[in-house]
């Protein structure tokens, strides 16, 4: 493929600069705010051209699809004009900044037939895949308790994820991933945990006033499991781990947004506890290759937008529980 890439983000080398390398596609043309951030990001990482601006990207004659990893509040905005391109987009989360937004965009690329991919990539992980296997299949029982945790050091405080205006927040950047988890599970797993998990009641601090500098979530699945979505940005250290636990085992996924780092599945029985590694391969470029098989030949994705709409109205149910008004 020849891709087009909104931004010179700090995400882009994980997410699609290292990815495209490995699996071979292009990066054809990017465009930045400053042009010079542009330059430097298209030199270091073999871009083949600068381009004026963002629509420039998306009107680019051989740029075949577009990776949007903008600010939070622009991914809707750009992923429109994507979409009225004719081309197809790979999205950071967030997909919008909330449920009417993203419904507005999944509307529009419903109607004109063009993919939008929210870029949950740990989805297409083996570590993922295989913990949710087992999560269904009997192996730890009935499911009880299900926990995403993620916490991180604080981001500078000129950084976007502070800001109300691009739609920053620590729900919006990590609990969107735990509440993602928790539909999946309820969608695709077994006893416990089937069917559409509901927000119970969630707890946050504010930063200022919209933007969360924590927030816990707090979930209930039809089949009597619980579930909790701890999410960070004022912690002392990195850490995203999923701990799913039966009524005759338990499943701890050591970190589930960078197994490149640590592919670790760690599975305890009444027979014993061992340790699976499911390889180091990144994560995002398992999801490129599914993007790419998507956009190519037509091999079926594991979500789209109904799934982003769905989970951003889950967002919106955890903000107002929280009561985080927005």
Partial sequence: MRIGILGASRIAEAAIVGPAAELGHRLVAVAARDRSRAEVFAEKYGVERVVDDYQAVIDDAEVDVVYNPLANSLHAPWNLAAI?????????????????????????ADAAGVTVLEGFHYFF??????????????TVGTVTHVEVRMTMEPPADDDPRWSLDLAGGALMDLGCY?????????????????????????????????????????????????????????????????????????????????????????????????????????????????????????????????????????????????????
């Fill in 178 to 326: 735990g509440l993602h988890v928790m539909r999946s599970l309820g969608r695709l797993a077994g006893p416990g945990i089937e069917g559409r998990p509901s927000v119970v009641r969630a707890h946050a601090e504010q930063r200022t006033p919209g933007v969360d500098a924590w927030c816990d979530v707090e979930l209930g699945f039809p089949g009597g499991a619980t579930g909790l979505s701890a999410n960070s940005m004022v912690g002392d250290h990195r850490s995203f781990t999923i701990r799913i636990a039966g009524t005759a085992g338990d499943l701890l996924v050591h970190d589930f947004i960078s197994p490149s780092s640590d592919d670790r599945l760690t599975i305890t029985t009444a027979a014993g506890t061992t340790v699976e590694h499911l390889g180091t391969r990144a994560s995002y470029t398992y999801q490129l290759e599914a993007f790419a098989a998507h956009v190519e030949q037509g091999t079926a994705l594991p979500f789209g937008t109904a799934d982003a709409v769905a989970n951003m109205a889950f967002v919106d149910d955890a903000y107002r529980a929280a009561s985080v008004s927005r």
């Fill in 125 to 138: 992980h083996p570590v993922t895949q295989r913990a949710f296997e087992l999560a269904g299949d009997g």
């Fill in 84 to 108: 009225a391109a004719g081309k197809p987009v790979l999205s950071e989360k967030p997909f919008a900044r909330d449920e009417a937004e993203a419904r507005r965009v999944a509307e529009a």
